[in-house]
């Protein structure tokens, strides 16, 4: 068993002891007249818990996040010390062979005598620390149990305290939720800073070629590439905007079926089913796609006398709006469900019907989270990938054709990034310009959702 994990093992024996401990103390200081502490018992056990484990685990997480680094510095410091002159590509060299033949995952059946001395220094100094950390870790959580089962009186405000911990705590989650995404925006902008100094910010987003294979010699064809990004958009809007056409009447009107008309037997059989095909993987709709829906256009196509593409942007788009009918379905029904039932009869009561009703009455009230509903959807059809490869294609047309093959930026995003890549050229951080882009757009469109909102809640609210 790893030291980490006796660690824990001894950790959380220790906090249940410290919890029980505490517990039984607060209750023998009142004699079991709980109504004389200021807090429930279970107040004083969560506290001395928390003074056990938190600090406990905060000791563990330090030598996870910074462990391993201290070691890597400590080895490359002895190479250095052996050979001065060594330089910093040879030294990270060294140090993955090291890391490697640790791991086990050199499989070189001849190891060089002095790898192998630095493998197993690596390997000391990593059980030491790991051992270090072990003892640490436990004399801590002794530490804090013992700190915490001394301060139990039946005044203390056990409860005050476990709160406030519990709120450090969901602060820190929402930071952490905040950063990623900071570090996500700040990512982005920095690639994409990166490629923009190497393509012109109007080629890319006002150019009408995406072709970008950079070639191996300047004289070969395109050999610098070209980046205009609006086949990619084009193709983006024009599929998204068939997925609509499909999701959003067959999903907002399976919502108003099924929450004005449907009986109970009727609406417990068809919402689940319909609501199955949110877990359908959208690999499965790649291939219903490509071997069912595209041949099948294709075919109807010629017998109409229509040049169809093999893979056709109306093919992605048709399964598209069928895989995203649950979304805005399941959305729908929730918002017109959540309308008051005093509108509905106030509606009834002036002699509406309830096709009027659910006209001017249910949808307007509802129509908050109907728009929710559609951005949803919409950002769900625009960061869509398996579909749109297996079925529309790679090819970057420029075109308002659904019947010719087009592709979006996620699958050139997915594209750009296959293999392995080096983050120098312009083909690769092309992706961070598009992931900016799709960003950009996504966000635009929350903020116009955020805005309609805000109008249409303050008229029926």
């Known amino acids: 068993m790893s030291p980490l994990s006796l660690a824990l093992i001894l950790i959380l024996m220790s906090t249940a002891v410290a919890f029980v401990a505490s517990r039984t103390k607060a209750l023998s200081l009142v004699g079991g007249r709980v109504h004389e502490l200021h807090s429930l018992p279970g107040h004083y056990g969560l506290y001395a818990l928390v003074w056990c484990l938190l600090p406990a685990l905060l000791v563990l997480a330090i030598w996870i996040a910074i462990g391993p680094a201290i070691v890597d510095g400590i080895i490359v410091d002895r190479l250095h010390e052996a050979d001065p002159t060594i330089g910093a590509d040879r030294l990270g060299l060294i140090l993955n062979d090291v890391r490697n033949y640790v791991s086990g995952n050199l499989v070189s059946e001849d190891i060089d005598p002095a790898l192998a001395k630095t493998g197993e220094a690596y390997r000391s100094l990593l059980l030491t620390g790991l051992w270090g950390t072990f003892v640490a870790s436990v004399a801590v959580a002794l530490a804090g149990a013992f700190f915490a089962f001394s301060r139990i009186r039946p005044d203390m405000r056990a409860r005050n305290k476990v709160e406030r911990v519990v709120w450090l705590i969901m602060v820190a989650c929402s930071l952490v939720a905040v950063l990623v995404t900071v570090g996500i925006v700040l990512s982005l902008v920095f690639e994409a800073g990166r490629f923009f100094a190497k393509v012109s910010p109007l080629e890319f987003l006002f150019g009408l070629h995406w072709s970008p294979q950079m070639a191996m010699r300047a004289d070969q064809v395109a050999s610098e590439g070209s980046f205009g990004a609006v086949p990619l958009f084009a193709g983006t809007l024009l599929i998204t905007f068939i997925a609509m056409l499909v999701a959003v009447p067959v999903g907002l009107l399976s919502a108003v079926y099924m929450t004005q008309y449907a009986d109970h037997r009727v609406r417990s059989l068809a919402k689940p089913m319909l609501e199955i095909?949110?877990?359908?993987?959208?690999v499965v709709y790649g291939f219903f796609a490509a071997l069912v829906v595209a041949p099948w256009i294709r075919d109807t196509g010629g017998l109409l006398g229509l040049s169809v593409a093999s893979e056709s942007a109306l093919a992605a788009g048709l399964v598209m709006g069928v895989m995203i009918i649950p979304f805005m379905s399941s959305l729908s029904d929730d918002a017109l469900t959540a309308v008051p039932q005093s509108m509905r009869d106030g509606s009834y009561a002036l002699g509406a019907t309830r096709a009027e009703t659910i006209r001017s009455v249910l949808i307007p009230a509802a129509l908050p989270g109907i728009v929710g509903a559609f951005l949803l959807s919409v950002s769900r059809a625009i960061g869509e990938t398996m579909i749109v490869v297996m079925a529309a294609g790679l090819a970057a047309n420029l075109t308002a054709n659904p019947l010719e093959a087009?592709?979006?930026?996620?699958?050139?995003?997915?594209?750009?990034?296959?293999?392995?890549?080096?983050?120098?050229?312009?083909?690769?951080?092309?992706?961070?310009a598009l992931g900016l882009v799709l960003f950009i757009v996504?966000?635009?469109?929350?903020?116009?959702?955020?805005?309609?909102?805000?109008?249409?809640?303050?008229q029926y609210d």
């Open 277 to 282: 095909l949110a877990g359908v993987p959208t």
């Open 406 to 432: 087009v592709t979006t930026v996620t699958v050139q995003i997915a594209t750009l990034l296959v293999g392995d890549q080096e983050f120098d050229s312009a083909k690769t951080l092309a992706a961070f």
């Open 442 to 458: 996504t966000l635009s469109l929350n903020v116009i959702a955020l805005r309609v909102v805000r109008k249409y809640r303050e």
